[in-house]
């Protein structure tokens, strides 16, 4: 049984944006330990080589923006032409920024939702032929802030929600090619963004720790993976990471009503001053490792 769990991906290849680190290496590891290859597309060249060594001949990188049509288009063609095929596309490159909508400045903002909103886009475009040629699977990673906005996040809400909607919208356009689409909703995970915006912003780690599970908690990015490549191999419409984010999109109604209005504008009275105040000792509206992306 186990041993025919471990190769659920033989004879596959999956292309992972943001594979530098994360969610994205994690995936491209466990991929390759399920009989799959991978094709890792990043932009920090010296991880990505190092990843493709420890996986030998299952993997292969090419470095590319995800906001460079010309560059991502490029890699995943090429991809599919190195390993003969693409049967699944993980849009998982992704950042975070610091500061309330007065306080961000509009490069920054711009960034977060060209990188998580107009990246998932490039990804899916030009993966389609490929995928049409499988009838492959694409997984585009969004988050638990999909539907769940949080004061001092606005980019990062604004930009996975929009994932979301994209997915959504690319799933209906897809289908009649035999093409499967879902959406991977990630609470907090145990990586660099998460770590680092605790660490720079101590209001924001006191938020997280008076906000109802799962957004209270952190996931480890093995559990994260493990999901992930269930929902490959399910082909499914959802991924919940953890399961309980599933509650969360289902109250999305609840949670954005006037009825818990009260409890937000407190809570974001009492936090909104003090996070940007930490944001304006920082000096910076990205957390210090931002190569560009990796949730």
């Given amino acids: 049984m186990l041993a025919a769990m471990a190769q ?3 004879g596959k290849v999956a292309l992972i944006t943001g594979a530098a680190r994360g969610i994205g290496e994690g995936v491209a590891r466990g991929y390759v330990a399920d009989g799959g290859r991978v094709a890792l597309v990043g932009l920090e060249p010296e ?6 060594d420890d996986l030998g001949d299952a993997a292969a990188w090419w470095e590319a923006d995800v906001r460079d049509s010309a560059a991502m288009k490029a890699a995943i063609d090429a991809a599919a032409e190195h390993f003969g095929r693409i049967d699944h596309v993980l849009a998982n490159a992704g950042i ?3 500061g309330t909508v007065r306080q961000i400045d509009e490069a920054a903002f711009e960034r977060v939702v060209d990188i998580n909103v107009n990246g998932v886009f490039r990804t899916l475009k030009y993966a389609t032929p490929h995928l049409e040629k499988t009838r492959g699977y694409a997984l585009t990673v969004a988050s638990l802030a999909s539907f769940t906005p949080l004061a001092g996040l606005a980019s990062y809400n604004a930009s996975k929600a929009g994932a979301e909607s994209l997915a959504l919208a690319y799933k209906q356009e897809v289908a009649h090619l035999g093409i499967d689409s879902g959406i991977c909703h990630p609470s907090w995970i145990d990586t660099d963004i998460v770590r680092n915006a605790e660490a720079d912003l101590p209001t924001f780690r006191e938020i997280r720790k008076k906000l109802p599970y799962p957004a209270n908690g952190t996931t480890s990015v093995e559990k994260c993976v493990d999901l992930i490549l269930k929902g ?5 419409s959802r991924v919940y990471v953890p399961k309980g984010v599933k ?7 609840l949670v954005n009503s006037p009825l818990v209005w009260p409890f937000l504008k407190r809570l974001a009275g009492r936090s909104v001053p003090s996070m940007e105040a930490e944001v304006e000792a920082l000096g910076r509206f990205h957390h210090s490792h931002v190569p560009n992306a990796g949730d």
């Fill in 8 to 10: 659920r991906f033989s």
């Fill in 47 to 52: 991880r990505l080589q190092a990843i493709s």
């Fill in 96 to 98: 975070a920024s610091y």
């Fill in 232 to 236: 490959f191999a399910k082909r499914k």
């Fill in 247 to 253: 509650v969360a999109n289902w109250s999305k109604a």
